[in-house]
């Protein structure tokens, strides 16, 4: 989407994302566990959804919404409930101080078989999310792109089930613990020193 389109769009949404972001703050200074769940009084599930798109947009660069169209309609008519069936964007707490940003990219893993997936990513506290299309590598975070069955002006009390996690680095659905991190560093360590068999 244009510049101009950009800032007259977000502003519909933009508020209720601000919204969220106090609700969240307060969450995540009250919980001490790994998930929250709860209901959340008072939100606009449809402009919440929006402005995470808009994000992604604004991510991805304009391109995405050419070769999204449905991307362009959903966000353009602030009543369309249509978000494109073959996308799906999900969402985290998020307690750490890294932020990160990744654009659409192919991530691999190397199982018995392989496993593809097309990814972005969007790590700005105290919220994450992720967009998939296809295959999904995310198990434990929150879908919202259910969120489209509400109307633009309907306002509700949404019940979530919400995990808490870390971001400590850039690679995609790596939400390990910097104390994770470390472990694994130090088994790395210890693996590539083990005697070889000849």
């Known amino acids: ?36 769940s709860g209901i959340l009084e008072g939100v606009y599930p449809l402009r919440f959804l929006k402005e995470v798109v808009m994000m992604f ?25 249509r978000f494109p069936p073959n996308m799906e964007i999900l969402m985290y707490l998020n307690t750490s101080r890294l932020i990160t940003r990744t654009g659409l990219v192919v991530s691999i893993e190397f199982t018995h078989p392989s496993s593809i997936y097309l990814v972005s990513e969007c790590n700005f506290p105290p919220f994450g999310f992720a967009l998939h299309m296809g295959l999904t590598k995310y198990q434990n975070l929150f879908p919202i792109s259910w969120f489209c069955k509400y109307k633009y002006d309907e ?31 130090i088994r790395n360590i210890l693996q590539d020193n083990s005697p070889k068999d000849d």
């Open 1 to 36: 989407m244009c510049r101009h389109c950009n800032t007259n769009v977000g502003s519909r949404y933009a508020r209720e994302y601000k919204e969220w972001v106090e609700k969240a703050d307060k969450i995540l200074k009250d919980v001490k566990t790994d998930r929250w």
């Open 57 to 81: 947009c604004s991510l991805n660069g304009p391109r995405f919404s050419e070769f999204h169209p449905g991307i362009r309609e959903f966000l353009l008519n602030k009543n369309s409930q």
């Open 155 to 185: 306002k509700t009390d949404l019940y979530v089930d919400i995990p808490i996690l870390e971001r400590n680095v850039p690679f995609p659905a790596d939400y390990r613990t910097e104390e994770e991190i470390f472990f694994d560093k």
